[in-house]
């Protein structure tokens, strides 16, 4: 029943990712609380078979090099979470991590028969075909809304995106069944109705994976696929596999030439990979930009060279890289991620993190194929070999994109490669180790129980801060109550640096609406009290700095003291300028120093400051302040 529960929570993570919008924290607290506690349970179901001494008709508490290789990998990520950049990120990744790992164990040690996968798979198989209909009507019919709310962005309008936010992972939930769908054609325990279900659902699934226009989607499937038909001639024979070595690419760049000559979408959609590769690519000013990719991986480069062992921490990307930032430069665009999923363990993890990580995909990957090119059962070897493919389709895919950090992916992901590799391993009877001592089950669980115990603390603290922003932008008038989730939020978890940083939010507002002076001021030092200690788990903000830049200089306006004032002064200014450096094509923060500068009398510098917010964005506002300058300056 765990393993149907598991399943399930990722089934509907997936249903329902886009209608939780930008704030992931309404899905992932609660889905990973759950896995956790499934986890746990099946850990303690497992210590008391051991400790009855009953025998299992499973493989048991089964690990193998590769799982070994994950744990280590997993074990690593928490060991440097001190040293992160941003450590409540990496909190909430290495959690993400355990949930995601916790299930392929799971997983891998009771789906251990064609029977039993043949039947979870079936059940993935008739939701995602679901999810993949309702994605082709309301892409016609109101692509604006999914479910039964409005879409949080239409930043992908005109792309096909179901009950996801970006098309792009959908195509990904997409590519990773089609080798599945074609091996089922061909195992003769899969019954008439599964293998229509599965032809159908291939043929249903070329559309909306069309419609999505993921560039990564088309080239990831073609990979899968491609690779799935090289495996099958291999095991036919092997003059057959050279003949299709030849065929298949020839095949594929076939499919890509037509594309590119006879469909418009296509066209559009490949545009600028070609004019990039003709080296006729211009300054991006947009995520679309035809040079968006090769300009971020480039910085991302820089960053991982100035971390190149350890790295900047678990989730530290989104906030590190913005300073790396010189290449691209769309105006205000911050991505989280630099679309390559190597370049981004690099970078958070360092080279040490990026071996063990590859160590255990490549060892899983390894074991797939060699289970099946050893297995007598045709059932065993062609499932092997469809998870083989799957596996080099997701990394064909990751090069362009982030499908491991989006947790449904990540989960069908860990669901389809331990139903096909815990079959094979228990026909074969594969080496590894097996817990078969009752301490070590107990041991396990209690450890499980620690990361259980660890993710409610954290998902309660991340919980307590997204409602406390929601009231804040909802309803500025319940600033009160705002201020009493941030509060209990940092008790649970002093590391959570987005409570600290709504908390002075909340308390600009209070200030900038309170009538009497003395109250302003007193606001104010609470205000800066909570930026600090935003600023010293999170230094790499720019609002934090905004904010903080912000305080001082208000306070500056209204101390007596003259060295105190000064320094409030020159702390001001410093927080505002470093706000700058970490958004340098951010007009807004320009804007800002700009302002303050200007009221101070700073004349020079704010005039370099507005001037710099011209080239990003030339609005009415600068141009009148860049005007009113340079007659004070001259």
């Not at 928490?78 to 392929?104: D, H, N, Q, R």
């Not at 989960?411 to 139903?419: D, E, H, I, K, Q």
């Not at 700073?602 to 370099?608: Q, R």
Request: aromatic share 14%.
């Amino acid at each position: 029943m765990i393993t149907f529960f598991l399943l399930s929570l990722s089934i509907l993570s997936f249903l329902f990712f886009g209608v939780v919008g930008e704030d992931k924290t309404w899905l992932l607290a609660p889905a990973m609380v759950l896995n956790h506690v499934l986890v746990l349970g099946w850990w303690v179901g497992k210590a008391r078979q051991l400790s009855a001494g009953e025998k299992h008709g499973s493989v048991g508490c089964y690990f193998s090099i590769d799982t070994i290789c994950w744990l280590l990998f997993l074990i690593y990520g928490i060991a440097i979470i001190p040293f992160s950049t941003v450590p409540f990120e990496s909190k909430l990744e290495l959690l993400f991590l355990g949930s995601v790992f916790g299930a392929f164990i799971v997983w891998r040690n009771e789906v251990t028969s064609f029977k039993e996968s043949r039947v979870y798979v079936a059940l993935l198989f008739g939701v995602v075909l679901i999810c993949a209909l309702y994605g082709l009507v309301i892409h016609f019919k109101a692509p604006e809304q999914i479910l039964w709310t409005e879409r949080y962005t239409d930043a992908y309008e005109g792309r096909l995106r179901s009950t996801y936010i970006c098309p792009n992972h959908f195509a990904h939930l997409l590519q990773m069944l089609m080798p599945f769908f074609v091996v089922w054609l061909f195992i003769k325990q899969v019954g008439v109705t599964l293998k229509g279900l599965a032809l159908y659902s291939f043929i249903a699934f070329l559309p909306p994976l069309f419609l999505t226009e993921s560039r990564a989607g088309w080239l990831g499937t073609l990979a899968s696929v491609g690779v799935l038909g090289l495996l099958f001639a291999w095991r036919k024979s092997k003059k057959l596999f050279w003949v299709m070595l030849i065929v298949i690419p020839l095949l594929g760049s076939s499919l890509l030439v037509a594309g590119y000559h006879y469909s418009e979408t296509f066209q559009r959609r490949m545009e600028p990979v070609v004019t990039f590769l003709e080296g006729q690519a211009e300054e991006g000013i947009g995520s679309e930009s035809r040079d968006f990719r090769p300009q971020t991986w480039m910085d991302t480069l820089e960053m991982i060279g100035d971390e190149p062992v350890w790295g900047h921490g678990p989730g530290a990307y989104r906030y590190t890289y913005p300073e790396y930032r010189n290449r691209f430069r769309g105006q205000r665009i911050v991505t989280g991620h630099p679309h390559n999923e190597y370049l981004e363990l690099a970078a958070d993890y360092g080279w040490v993190g990026f071996s063990l990580f590859g160590l255990a995909w490549l060892g899983t990957l390894f074991k797939c194929l060699r289970l099946a090119s050893r297995s007598t059962e045709v059932r065993h070897s062609f499932v092997g070999i469809a998870a083989f493919a799957m596996g080099i389709g997701t990394m064909v895919h990751s090069f362009f994109d982030f499908q491991m950090h989006i947790y449904p992916n990540a989960m069908v992901f860990a669901f389809l490669m331990a139903s096909s590799i815990a079959p094979m391993e228990r026909h074969q009877k594969a080496r590894g180790w097996h817990l078969k001592r009752p301490w070590m089950a107990w041991m396990a669980a209690a450890i499980c129980l620690g990361s259980l115990l660890w993710c409610v603390q954290v998902m309660a603290s991340a919980s307590l801060r997204a409602e406390a922003d929601r009231r804040f932008v909802a309803v500025k008038s319940s600033n009160d109550n705002t201020l009493q989730l941030t509060t209990r939020a940092v008790q649970l978890d002093e590391s959570n640096w987005r409570a600290h940083r709504t908390m002075g939010s909340t308390l600009y507002d209070l200030r900038y609406y309170a009538l009497d002076m003395s109250e302003k001021v007193a606001i104010a030092e609470r205000e800066l009290k909570a930026y600090q200690c935003a600023y010293e788990h999170n230094p790499k903000d720019p609002e934090i700095c905004a904010g903080l830049g912000k305080v001082y200089l208000f306070l500056h306006h209204h101390e007596k003291e003259g060295s105190i004032a000064n320094h409030y002064k020159v702390q001001g200014l410093a927080y505002l300028r470093e706000a700058c450096s970490l958004r340098k094509y951010n007009d807004l923060y320009w804007w800002v120093l700009g302002s303050e500068l200007r009221d101070l009398g700073e004349y020079d510098e704010a005039l370099e400051a507005f001037e710099r917010a011209s080239k990003i964005k030339n609005s009415a506002s600068i141009r009148a302040n860049i005007k009113w300058l340079k007659e004070r300056v001259l």
